[in-house]
């Protein structure tokens, strides 16, 4: 009897909740989050997702959009394409998210972009994942292109006078976009390839690829890796005392690797977002506000400021909530054309204008080119 | 009610065919199946090979990337039908394993465990670095949904029933397989290859086949995997995932067909419960693990079968 | 830069990274031996012991005492595991005494996880200065303490098989379990010693490298897969083969990088263990 009384009990506060739940609010808008918080890029995914987080936090604060209040439902894709594609399943299928974001490698990427193409659900990857807009109609890229790394990079190199070039490249993604980036532009900034070498990210030592490296001559080497390896190969040329600029990937800007190159000696040269270094900005140039304020809410909330990665994903739920103000809806199909549409805005990434061509939106000026002095990052003189 | 203890597996069947009707699952739900499904063939087919046939092998992911990789490939680039496709990639593997099996199985227990992690890497390895055919590292992108006599199966319950009806086939024909007079050479193998050979038994000869059954699975498996996925990447058929199947072997109860099957389904689904564990959900999965082990030797098929004949004898009362 | 500082560089480069797998090996031997099952979980002892070290030297403890507290630690935390998690398991199958293993060491990974986070940690160099020019050259002072605690720990372990009753006793056990325990030795106490040395050696080849490398929690897989490697050109039991091996695999990587192709070094390196593997059932430097 006492079970009984217990059950019809519970079933009554089950009815009113059900009853009670529409009558609070509109329904909050879903959006979906996919980071890597296992596996092997797991040290990135954090500063992702609480970019992401506070963004959201930041536009419900301001009221929402279009009345309605966003909230972020994430889930960790274990550095592994298949899991990258079930979560996107899940975000889709079960939360029924409006729109995704996140995933930071091109495999990943790719995992998720096919879900996104075959579901309909506009998803804004930030990763070295070329978007081809006739093939990936629902994926945006708020990571920027390579080629506008390479451009940074090269400008830098022809008012430096450096004219040889040597590539080392990871055996993986990175190193065959970056590889291409390199060659694609090399001819229009006066630069010459004088050689490339492979290596593999998991190789604890990469000293006989720089010997040969060195026969080349090059006057400085890139390097289109992220993380421990590019730190590596940085303390490797230290050994050899190699003493050229090495250029990374752009994947490095973040205190991590400030971390990794602690005691390396070797010149690193990083292109970055504008996000790095905002008090090196004109107040001329509109992204310097936004990077500001959202700089100040990362150290209030986090302790650490903004990098790379959060502005990738700072940018791509302010994209979203663009999309659903303008669009005036929560119809994944129209939100997406809705993005597709976004002119002139200005984010922390630079001012994005999309195209029915183009989904990266950014131009090779939004980006500078750093490099690490005593701790701190500084723009090369 | 011996019935009930012969014909449990048809109750299965039902299960399975009925699931789609009642659970409504969502695109979700079944994608989590199919992906099941896909481990559970490889699982069975690992099974023949190990629990049958007492021959370890630590690289069986690599028949799960020569399928995929050759569907994918030819579908994405070459316009080849998905069906014609994994056709191309069954004979492929099963070239591919009778040309390697005879001298790898020649080995015994760890250097033959080596020998297989070697052969895995060294297919990841090719796969990374022909970019020009595979994608490289970044993937093959583009592969087509699975078509069947030019009916698309791009719906989830559509591939659910699909994939599932290859599992059943997979697992009815290893059964068959394990009871045919093929089947009992294997086992006599496994028990003592030397006294197999002093019957006559040419034990070179059977590993191979059994070796080629496994491949021609696995490569089923990919196939299968990179239509859903759409996206293939070397990530996923590395050694962590030849040493997930051995996993999923020894959880479920080796040498028992089913057992590895529950092992692949167990394994593939224990992340849905443990996720929201966040970080604390590797430490979590290794204790689950470290449990059955401990506590129930012959894994969760083990429970099974003890729970079904505790149960079934009361019930005859 | 000469032709020859090349191949000097490149030895450099193969000796660094075949200790690291000749001591992963030596470990997985150690154990093997006496238990005949090998310890999938010895890459996170690697780990283990890199990220203990990092943390103890971070926190101002001085480098020698930090040294010897992270091996205890590793020595005691393979004992634990051993006397908990493999012992019960004596009666079941090679097989699933190693997925065991590999249970295990996905536990102390997540376990590693929860200590460390997911960041990458740097452990400074031994000692410090400027690397030393041989026939043009360079070469790390951090290889040279590589190669000097690789020598110390085989001589070590040369000691104690060959000199001591214990290490005696472990012989006896590893060749004949049975008649071992008729002899009076306790088969259990060598087990557990084994374990403890395995997972020390483990630890130290994590710390002796890791001043050259990055350390996070999932560091421990590819050490463990080239020691496997090592282990099983050299023919699995025994410990000299295992190190020259180990060491042979470090050479022909680097030399393989160098001389051929840095895209395909992988695909060549397992082609030619497969070939080993294949000719030389047991081992490279077996007898038969």
Same mark, same amino acid.
């Given at each position: 009897?006492?079970?009984?009384?217990?059950?019809?009990?519970?079933?009554?506060?089950?009815?009113?909740?059900?009853?009670?739940?529409?009558?609070?609010?509109?329904? $909050? #808008?879903?959006?979906? *989050?996919?980071?890597?918080? !296992?596996?092997?890029?797991?040290?990135?995914? =954090? /500063?992702?997702?609480?970019?992401?987080?506070?963004?959201?936090?930041?536009?419900?604060?301001?009221?929402?959009?279009?009345?309605?209040?966003?909230?972020?439902?994430?889930?960790?894709?274990?550095?592994?394409?298949?899991?990258?594609?079930?979560?996107?399943?899940?975000?889709?299928?079960?939360?029924?998210?409006?729109?995704?974001?996140?995933?930071?490698?091109?495999?990943?990427?790719?995992?998720?972009?096919?879900?996104?193409?075959?579901?309909?659900?506009?998803?804004?990857?930030?990763?070295?994942?070329?978007?081809?807009?006739?093939?990936?109609?629902?994926?945006?890229?708020?990571?920027?292109?390579?080629?506008?790394?390479?451009?940074?990079?090269?400008?830098?190199?022809?008012?430096?006078?450096?004219?040889?070039?040597?590539?080392?490249? $990871? #055996?993986?993604?990175? *190193?065959?976009?970056?590889? !291409?980036?390199?060659?694609?532009?090399?001819? =229009? /900034?006066?630069?010459?390839?004088?050689?490339?070498?492979?290596?593999?990210?998991?190789?604890?030592?990469?000293?006989?690829?720089?010997?040969?490296?060195?026969?080349?001559?090059?006057?400085?080497?890139?390097?289109?890796?992220?993380?421990?390896?590019?730190?590596?190969?940085?303390?490797?040329?230290?050994?050899?005392?190699?003493?050229?600029?090495?250029?990374?990937?752009?994947?490095?800007?973040?205190?991590?690797?400030?971390?990794?190159?602690?005691?390396?000696?070797?010149?690193?040269?990083?292109?970055?977002?504008?996000?790095?270094?905002?008090?090196?900005?004109?107040?001329?140039?509109?992204?310097?506000?936004?990077?500001?304020?959202?700089?100040?809410?990362?150290?209030?909330?986090?302790?650490?400021?903004?990098?790379?990665?959060?502005?990738?994903?700072?940018?791509?739920?302010?994209?979203?909530?663009?999309?659903?103000?303008?669009?005036?809806?929560?119809?994944?199909?129209?939100?997406?054309?809705?993005?597709?549409?976004?002119?002139?805005?200005?984010?922390?990434?630079?001012?994005?204008?999309?195209?029915?061509?183009?989904?990266?939106?950014?131009?090779?000026?939004?980006?500078?080119?750093?490099?690490?002095?005593?701790?701190?990052?500084?723009?090369?003189? | 009610?011996?019935?009930?203890?012969?014909?449990?597996?048809?109750?299965?069947?039902?299960?399975?065919?009925?699931?789609?009707?009642?659970?409504?699952?969502?695109?979700?739900?079944?994608?989590?199946?199919?992906?099941?499904?896909?481990?559970?063939?490889?699982?069975?087919?690992?099974?023949?090979?190990?629990?049958?046939?007492?021959?370890?092998?630590?690289?069986?992911?690599?028949?799960?990337?020569?399928?995929?990789?050759?569907?994918?490939?030819?579908?994405?680039?070459?316009?080849?039908?998905?069906?014609?496709?994994?056709?191309?990639?069954?004979?492929?593997?099963?070239?591919?394993?009778?040309?390697?099996?005879?001298?790898?199985?020649?080995?015994?227990?760890?250097?033959?465990?080596?020998?297989?992690?070697?052969?895995?890497?060294?297919?990841?390895?090719?796969?990374?670095?022909?970019?020009?055919?595979?994608?490289?590292?970044?993937?093959?992108?583009?592969?087509?949904?699975?078509?069947?006599?030019?009916?698309?199966?791009?719906?989830?319950?559509?591939?659910?029933?699909?994939?599932?009806?290859?599992?059943?086939?997979?697992?009815?024909?290893?059964?068959?397989?394990?009871?045919?007079?093929?089947?009992?050479?294997?086992?006599?193998?496994?028990?003592?290859?030397?006294?197999?050979?002093?019957?006559?038994?040419?034990?070179?000869?059977?590993?191979?086949?059994?070796?080629?059954?496994?491949?021609?699975?696995?490569?089923?498996?990919?196939?299968?995997?990179?239509?859903?996925?759409?996206?293939?990447?070397?990530?996923?058929?590395?050694?962590?995932?030849?040493?997930?199947?051995?996993?999923?072997?020894?959880?479920?109860?080796?040498?028992?067909?089913?057992?590895?099957?529950?092992?692949?389904?167990?394994?593939?689904?224990?992340?849905?419960?443990?996720?929201?564990?966040?970080?604390?959900?590797?430490?979590?999965?290794?204790?689950?693990?470290?449990?059955?082990?401990?506590?129930?030797?012959?894994?969760?098929?083990?429970?099974?079968?003890?729970?079904?004949?505790?149960?079934?004898?009361?019930?005859?009362? | 830069?000469?032709?020859?500082?090349?191949?000097?560089?490149?030895?450099?480069?193969?000796?660094?990274?075949?200790?690291?797998?000749?001591?992963?090996?030596?470990?997985?031997?150690?154990?093997?031996?006496?238990?005949?099952?090998?310890?999938?979980?010895?890459?996170?002892?690697?780990?283990?012991?890199?990220?203990?070290?990092?943390?103890?030297?971070?926190?101002?403890?001085?480098?020698?005492?930090?040294?010897?507290?992270?091996?205890?630690?590793?020595?005691?935390?393979?004992?634990?595991?051993?006397?908990?998690?493999?012992?019960?398991?004596?009666?079941?199958?090679?097989?699933?005494?190693?997925?065991?293993?590999?249970?295990?060491?996905?536990?102390?990974?997540?376990?590693?996880?929860?200590?460390?986070?997911?960041?990458?940690?740097?452990?400074?160099?031994?000692?410090?200065?400027?690397?030393?020019?041989?026939?043009?050259?360079?070469?790390?002072?951090?290889?040279?303490?590589?190669?000097?605690?690789?020598?110390?720990?085989?001589?070590?372990?040369?000691?104690?098989?060959?000199?001591?009753?214990?290490?005696?006793?472990?012989?006896?056990?590893?060749?004949?379990?049975?008649?071992?325990?008729?002899?009076?030795?306790?088969?259990?106490?060598?087990?557990?010693?084994?374990?403890?040395?395995?997972?020390?050696?483990?630890?130290?080849?994590?710390?002796?490298?890791?001043?050259?490398?990055?350390?996070?929690?999932?560091?421990?897989?590819?050490?463990?897969?080239?020691?496997?490697?090592?282990?099983?050109?050299?023919?699995?039991?025994?410990?000299?083969?295992?190190?020259?091996?180990?060491?042979?695999?470090?050479?022909?990587?680097?030399?393989?990088?160098?001389?051929?192709?840095?895209?395909?070094?992988?695909?060549?390196?397992?082609?030619?263990?497969?070939?080993?593997?294949?000719?030389?059932?047991?081992?490279?430097?077996?007898?038969?």
């Amino acid at each position: 009897m006492k079970r009984f009384v217990f059950s019809v009990f519970v079933l009554m506060v089950f009815v009113a909740l059900v009853a009670a739940g529409p009558a609070w609010s509109k329904e $909050p #808008i879903k959006i979906g *989050g996919i980071f890597s918080l !296992t596996g092997y890029l797991s040290w990135l995914g =954090e /500063y992702k997702k609480k970019a992401a987080e506070l963004k959201v936090e930041m536009i419900n604060q301001a009221g929402g959009v279009n009345g309605q209040q966003l909230v972020l439902i994430s889930y960790d894709d274990n550095s592994s394409p298949e899991q990258a594609s079930k979560v996107a399943q899940r975000l889709i299928s079960k939360d029924q998210v409006v729109a995704m974001a996140g995933t930071a490698s091109v495999p990943l990427s790719g995992a998720v972009a096919s879900m996104a193409n075959r579901y309909k659900i506009p998803t804004i990857i930030n990763s070295g994942y070329a978007v081809d807009t006739s093939k990936d109609p629902y994926l945006f890229n708020t990571s920027h292109k390579t080629d506008f790394a390479v451009i940074t990079a090269y400008k830098v190199f022809q008012k430096k006078g450096i004219k040889k070039l040597a590539l080392l490249m $990871p #055996i993986g993604p990175l *190193g065959e976009i970056g590889g !291409t980036a390199a060659r694609k532009y090399a001819a =229009e /900034y006066g630069v010459t390839i004088v050689g490339e070498e492979k290596f593999d990210v998991k190789a604890a030592d990469v000293t006989a690829q720089l010997a040969k490296i060195r026969n080349m001559n090059p006057q400085a080497i890139f390097a289109f890796v992220t993380g421990e390896p590019a730190a590596l190969i940085g303390r490797n040329m230290d050994q050899l005392s190699f003493k050229v600029p090495l250029l990374v990937s752009h994947g490095n800007a973040n205190p991590g690797f400030l971390k990794l190159v602690s005691n390396v000696r070797t010149q690193m040269l990083v292109p970055s977002g504008k996000v790095m270094k905002p008090e090196a900005l004109p107040d001329s140039d509109p992204t310097k506000k936004v990077i500001v304020e959202f700089n100040k809410k990362h150290i209030a909330k986090y302790k650490e400021p903004a990098n790379y990665f959060s502005a990738e994903l700072a940018d791509a739920i302010d994209l979203i909530a663009e999309g659903l103000r303008t669009s005036g809806t929560t119809d994944p199909v129209k939100l997406r054309d809705a993005i597709e549409n976004i002119k002139g805005f200005v984010g922390m990434q630079g001012i994005y204008t999309f195209t029915p061509k183009d989904h990266h939106g950014t131009r090779p000026d939004d980006m500078i080119l750093l490099t690490v002095k005593a701790g701190k990052w500084e723009v090369p003189k | 009610m011996n019935a009930l203890k012969r014909y449990w597996w048809l109750i299965l069947l039902a299960a399975i065919a009925v699931y789609p009707v009642i659970g409504k699952p969502s695109p979700y739900r079944s994608g989590l199946l199919i992906f099941a499904g896909i481990y559970i063939i490889l699982a069975v087919g690992l099974d023949l090979l190990m629990g049958y046939t007492g021959q370890i092998s630590v690289g069986h992911a690599a028949f799960f990337a020569v399928g995929a990789y050759t569907s994918g490939i030819l579908t994405a680039k070459y316009g080849f039908s998905p069906a014609a496709a994994m056709g191309v990639g069954v004979v492929f593997s099963a070239t591919l394993a009778f040309l390697t099996g005879r001298p790898v199985l020649a080995l015994k227990e760890y250097y033959l465990a080596m020998a297989t992690l070697a052969f895995n890497e060294i297919v990841v390895t090719l796969i990374i670095g022909f970019e020009g055919l595979t994608g490289g590292a970044s993937g093959l992108r583009d592969i087509p949904p699975f078509t069947i006599f030019g009916f698309s199966l791009l719906n989830h319950l559509h591939y659910y029933y699909f994939v599932w009806t290859v599992v059943v086939l997979v697992i009815a024909s290893s059964i068959a397989v394990v009871r045919s007079p093929f089947g009992r050479a294997l086992i006599a193998i496994h028990s003592d290859e030397q006294a197999a050979r002093s019957f006559g038994v040419d034990c070179a000869k059977y590993k191979t086949r059994a070796y080629m059954l496994a491949a021609v699975y696995a490569s089923i498996a990919g196939s299968l995997f990179a239509h859903y996925m759409g996206f293939i990447a070397p990530d996923d058929f590395g050694i962590l995932t030849s040493i997930n199947l051995l996993v999923m072997l020894f959880l479920g109860g080796i040498g028992t067909i089913f057992g590895p099957a529950l092992g692949a389904l167990f394994l593939k689904l224990l992340p849905e419960i443990t996720y929201q564990f966040q970080d604390y959900e590797l430490l979590i999965n290794g204790i689950i693990l470290i449990v059955v082990l401990v506590f129930f030797p012959r894994g969760l098929f083990g429970i099974f079968t003890a729970l079904r004949n505790k149960i079934v004898p009361r019930m005859g009362k | 830069m000469s032709d020859i500082s090349h191949l000097v560089q490149f030895l450099f480069s193969g000796i660094t990274v075949g200790s690291v797998y000749a001591l992963i090996a030596v470990s997985l031997v150690i154990v093997y031996k006496v238990s005949q099952l090998i310890c999938f979980a010895q890459g996170e002892f690697f780990v283990f012991g890199a990220l203990t070290m990092t943390t103890l030297v971070s926190k101002g403890v001085p480098v020698p005492l930090a040294f010897f507290l992270s091996i205890i630690i590793a020595m005691a935390l393979g004992a634990l595991i051993q006397q908990v998690l493999i012992r019960p398991m004596k009666n079941t199958s090679v097989g699933a005494l190693i997925v065991m293993t590999i249970a295990i060491s996905l536990a102390l990974r997540g376990l590693a996880l929860l200590i460390w986070g997911r960041e990458s940690h740097v452990l400074p160099p031994f000692s410090r200065g400027e690397p030393i020019q041989v026939l043009g050259a360079a070469l790390q002072l951090q290889i040279l303490w590589i190669v000097g605690i690789t020598t110390v720990v085989l001589f070590l372990i040369w000691f104690f098989f060959e000199k001591t009753p214990a290490g005696i006793a472990m012989r006896a056990c590893a060749e004949n379990p049975y008649g071992a325990s008729l002899m009076g030795i306790n088969t259990q106490k060598t087990t557990l010693v084994a374990w403890a040395w395995g997972s020390g050696i483990g630890a130290l080849a994590g710390m002796a490298v890791a001043p050259m490398l990055f350390t996070q929690y999932t560091s421990g897989i590819m050490p463990m897969v080239k020691g496997f490697i090592a282990m099983s050109i050299g023919g699995l039991g025994s410990i000299v083969g295992s190190v020259i091996a180990g060491l042979l695999l470090g050479l022909v990587e680097s030399y393989t990088i160098g001389l051929i192709s840095s895209k395909f070094s992988d695909t060549i390196v397992f082609a030619l263990l497969m070939a080993v593997l294949v000719f030389r059932p047991n081992g490279l430097f077996s007898r038969s």
